[in-house]
């Protein structure tokens, strides 16, 4: 296949269902963690769930980069742009995520601080370049995907000697956020949360490579099935993960062979590890404290490191008490579970960062209308 409406065909996800519905045996249940926001929004755009057995579930997980970031960093944030004065620059999605105190990037611009959208770190070099009299902060999220984007601009700015510009790092690393859902009590006894494999992401492994979770599949015994992001990825991904578990077997195996090696991009990776380290601990929205799971500027490149020029510390902030974030994060609950859904919270006025984000489950959930079960029209236009 070449072209991606062929990954939406019809005819062939009718032969991907049927083949699933013959895999999954009955008597047992599968239950399957898509990692990332990317496959919740495939799971739900194409009606993939309603393709399944009934005993084929998806789990959401917290693959969301900006659903993850806890309250303290954004108040770190807007902190840079009040207190500082600094330009602060981030993508868009995080400028509606809700901070403490009802407030966010987007109220603090409202309020007059100098908080700008851009479409990459470049546009923050150049804003640097443009304003030399002003300091100007890039608000880094991401999984693995966006660190080599990152560590190039700080080796660029360091190059050129751009001495107001700095990076406010919350890059995060995927591998081991798996380890820790696997490895938490509510997974752990397999009935608080019934996982039993996961889809990992294919963009994150076409740098990262496949093997990154080779640990986590050994030592948690759940098969890992790098996934791509359009429907027939993931329901090929599905029936991969169901004949591991059929056959006993908990290894890591590729489904999106276009891009993902088993190394991955080593050039890439090597890059990162000359800019970025592993930080000892880093707060997750939902998940609270992950051992090495995210990266921090290097020492060589400190003074392009904001939390160093600035003396950024971060408070622990709880979520508002009504939203269901945390739980929706680990796989604990479904968005349908919060009492707010759809009503207090909906993507125009969203409470919570699942709502907020594009790739949020709630948002997900919301959009394509999947929770209004068999009343909404057209859930199954991927087999149609
Ligand atoms: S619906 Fe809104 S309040 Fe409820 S969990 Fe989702 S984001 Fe939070």
Known sequence: ?????????????????????????????????????????????????????????????????????????????????????????????????????????????ADGADIRMVYSITDALKIARETPG??????????????????????QAQGEGLANFSVFSNHVLTPAAVGHI??????????????????????????????????AAAEFKRPV???????????????MVLRQLNEGRAEVENQYTRVVTRDGNTKAQALVAQVLEVRETFEWRGLGQVPESALQIREAYGDLDAERR???????????????????????????????????CTPESPIGSCMVSSEGACAAYYTYGRFRGGATPGPKEAAE
């Open 225 to 239: 099935v790098i996934a791509g992001f359009e429907p027939l990825d993931v329901m090929q991904a599905t029936l």
């Open 182 to 215: 696997l490895s938490s009590p509510e997974v752990a006894d397999h009935r608080t949360v019934a996982i039993d494999g996961f889809l990992g992401p294919s963009h994150v492994s076409s740098v990262i490579g496949s093997r990154a979770y080779e640990p």
């Open 134 to 155: 002003r300091e100007v902060v890039f608000f880094a999220i991401g999984f693995e995907t966006t660190t080599p984007p990152t560590a190039v601009a700080i080796r």
């Open 310 to 344: 600035f003396g950024v510390t971060t408070r622990c902030v709880r979520d508002a008490k009504s939203c269901e974030c945390p739980s929706i994060l680990r796989g604990a609950k479904k968005p349908t579970d919060c009492k707010l859904f759809g009503t207090s």
């Open 1 to 109: 296949m070449r072209f991606v409406d062929e990954f939406r065909d019809g005819a062939l996800a009718r032969g991907l269902a049927k083949a699933i519905r013959r895999e999954a045996r009955a008597g047992r249940n599968y239950n399957i963690m898509e990692f990332c926001g990317g496959h919740t929004h495939a799971i739900f755009r194409y009606g993939v769930q309603d393709l399944m057995p009934d005993n084929v579930r998806f789990v959401h997980g917290p693959g969301c980069p900006v659903c993850v970031l806890p309250i303290g960093r954004i108040d770190n944030a807007i902190e840079l742009a009040e207190r500082h004065g600094a330009i602060v620059c981030t993508y868009g999605d995080m400028l509606r995520v809700p901070a403490s105190e009802r407030r966010s990037l987007i109220k603090a611009k």
